[in-house]
Structures are given as C-alpha cells and as structure tokens.
C-alpha cells in the first residue's frame, strides 16, 4: 500500500484570491513548491483535493481549471516536482438543482475525492498525511484516519479554533512546516 500527501489547493498550494484560474492569478504558497519536491523524493503521492465551487457558480469552466493546472504542472517540473493527481470536485449545495445529489459526497468534506484516490493508488490511510487550511478540509482526513495538518491562510480567522485544538491537529505556517515535523520523525 502507498502513503500520500492529501493537499488542499487554494490557501495552501497557492494563495487563496478567491476563485484562481487562470495561471495570472497563481501565487505559490511560501515553501509549497520544495514541500512537493520533498514530498516527490521521499516516496510520497501527492493528491490535491480540491473544491471548485466557482465551476457551478458559472465563474469559469472545468477547462479552464484543468489548464490551470497543466502550468502548474509545468511550472512543477522545472523545479524537478511533480503532483501525482489532481482531484476536483465542481459542486456546491446552492447550485446543484437538477444534478445527481450524490455527486455532492465528492465535495469536501465529503469524501468521495479521497476514495477514488484510495481506490486508483491503493492508500493506506493510517499513513497518509492531509494539509488543508479549512476544517472541511481536514473533516475527511480524521473520519477517514488520516493524519491532519491546518495550514495558515486568509480563512484563519473563520475557522473553529477550538474544533482545531479537540482534536489535536498542529498548526502549521505552511506545508513546509508539514515536512519540518515528519521529517524530524514526529
């Protein structure tokens, strides 16, 4: 079985602008880039698992997402780095009238992303790592047995603090502060 890094995208991969798709709008995440590498040379997946709301909000098309993250792909490489899968879910609650509603499962924090990633990659959970800066991000990772990490951003100050601390997740500055932890055997 196979360990994975689950990563959540806007506030942790990029800075979260609200609605990023077009690669203008991409800012790296400070250390983002060298985690993934890390992450890449360590023996570790790394599945971005991310909400796109704003493809049913009618604000841009899964197209334009899937070239956003094409760039970013070729961005990765030229720093010797690489995402394993990126996993989208287009879906929002107000904006799915007339839709199946179980395709509503694959939004965080549902958790149909993480397994079709289990399923397509064979994952073991209990040694997967999930880094997100929202606690729907992370609701998935703790019903699933994956170990969770909250990542600072402009959501911070939304977010259910003492939700954070009951269920003992570290807060890190970035998701190099991920890799200082793991890598020191913590």
């Known amino acids: 079985m196979n360990k994975a890094f689950f990563l959540d995208r806007d506030g942790t991969l990029n800075v ?13 995440c400070e250390r983002a880039v060298e985690s993934i590498r890390w992450m890449n040379q360590h023996g570790w997946l790394t599945i971005v698992v991310t909400n796109q709301s704003g493809i049913s909000r009618g604000k841009y098309t899964l197209d334009q ?8 792909d070729t961005e990765l490489k030229k720093a010797d780095a690489y995402i394993d899968r990126w996993m989208i879910a287009p879906y929002h609650p ?16 549902g958790t149909g992303m993480f397994e079709t990633a289990q399923n397509e990659f064979n994952i073991n959970y209990q040694q997967s790592i999930m880094i997100g800066d929202k606690k729907t991000d992370l609701e998935p990772a703790l019903q699933l047995g994956i170990r969770p990490f909250f990542v600072r951003s402009v959501h911070e100050m939304n977010q259910d603090r003492d939700w954070i601390v009951k269920h003992n997740i570290p807060i890190v500055d970035n998701m190099g502060g991920v890799i200082d932890i793991i890598s020191s055997g913590n």
């Open 16 to 28: 979260d602008f609200d609605y990023v798709h077009l690669p203008s709008q991409w800012q790296w």
């Open 65 to 72: 997402v899937n070239e956003l993250h094409r760039w970013v």
């Open 94 to 109: 107000d904006f799915h009238e007339g839709k199946n509603p179980e395709l509503l499962r694959f939004r965080k924090p």
